[in-house]
């Protein structure tokens, strides 16, 4: 069992940053796929960023605004989030996928593990 918190979310206005984290504890291990996905109200929940030791990939969207990172030390992910606009509001979730990021990791069905989410909020 893999347990995920989340923290950071906030309201700011549009242009602001945010950084959320995310701490894992239970079997977690390095080859595992860590990433975020956020939902909007009446909306399908999206991938966002995902990382994996060498590695990281974004949605196009939120790609040169957005940084994911990882402290393997302290088991925390992070997303940095840069110039927020309104269309980033929304639920975001931190996800464990144990089949690595290869393959569909946008595709919120093969992620096994998800935390409770913070609220990010932007407005204009």
């Known amino acids: 069992q893999v347990q995920l918190v989340e923290s950071g979310g906030g309201s700011v206005q549009d242009g602001g940053s945010l950084r959320l984290s995310c701490v894992a504890s239970?079997?977690?291990?390095?080859?595992?796929?860590l990433g975020w996905f956020r939902q909007a109200p009446g909306k399908v929940r999206e991938a966002v960023a995902a990382?994996?030791?060498?590695?990281?990939m974004y949605t196009d969207s939120v790609k040169g605004r957005f940084t994911i990172s990882q402290d393997y030390a302290e088991n925390t992910l992070y997303l940095q989030m840069n110039n927020l606009q309104p269309e980033d509001t929304g639920m975001y979730f931190c996800?464990?996928?144990?089949?690595?990021?290869?393959?569909?990791?946008?595709?919120?069905?093969?992620?096994?593990?998800w935390g409770q989410g913070t609220q990010v909020t932007v407005s204009s």
């Open positions: 996800a464990a996928r144990t089949s690595g990021c290869r393959g569909a990791w946008y595709n919120s069905v093969s992620w096994d593990y």
């Open positions: 239970g079997y977690i291990y390095n080859r595992h796929c």
């Open positions: 990382t994996y030791p060498g590695g990281s």
